[in-house]
């Protein structure tokens, strides 16, 4: 026999081999891709994985279709932490488990009624010129009381739907929370909505640049009286070369 035939045998056998990973294997692979980073140097294992792992796109995949998004790179430590994740496979085959129609869908869980504990956090972020414009990528937090900091959850994340901002209510809602308004602020809040409420709260570290209909398709899916979809939302991702 000629080796593409010896090839093909061997492809056939390998595939033949593999089995799905079942829930408890990848609840424990999350678990273990967290405690692989230690809770007292966090800002230095991200810094040197960011190093190593430059990419700053990535495409998610959802039961309702897919979603490209940017990394931003002047938040490298949000950057590399998500990359990470998304290359050691700790999204896959979790949900979007909290659905704000309006405002915001959530994810980073295996499923809907998972609270996962975050194993360390990720140092704030915040930059101005990052804000909660719709399509916006943040990471989840821990109120103030027991995070004064703003430290960032490891694996929650979160992307913005929002609906558009009047400039009277935009600057209401700089008057109340104590924000400087920028020109970009300004222009795409009235435009294409957003949730200015949370600037300046949470590190924003990415943005949708593909696929915004399928965020608002998700964004106004059925939920029940717990804000979960009736139905689960399930999610993918891969790093984009």
Known sequence: MNRLFY?????FALLGCHKESTPEEQKELRRQLEAEVPKDKVREFLTEYGKENPETEVLISTSLGKMKVKLYE??????ANFIRLVKGGYYDNTV????LRGFMIQGGHGNELENTPDLYTVPVEIKRHHFHKKGALAMARYDDKVNPTKASSAHNFYLVQGTPVSIPELEDIA???GLTL???QRKLYPEIGGAPTLDEQYTVFGEITEGLPVLDKIANYPVNTEDRPLKPIYVT???LD
């Open 7 to 11: 090839a093909f045998l061997l492809l």
């Open 74 to 79: 002047d938040t490298p430590l949000h950057r």
């Open 96 to 99: 979007f488990y909290r659905i």
């Open 175 to 177: 008057q109340e929370k």
């Open 182 to 184: 920028t020109p970009e």
């Open 237 to 239: 991702m891969k790093v």
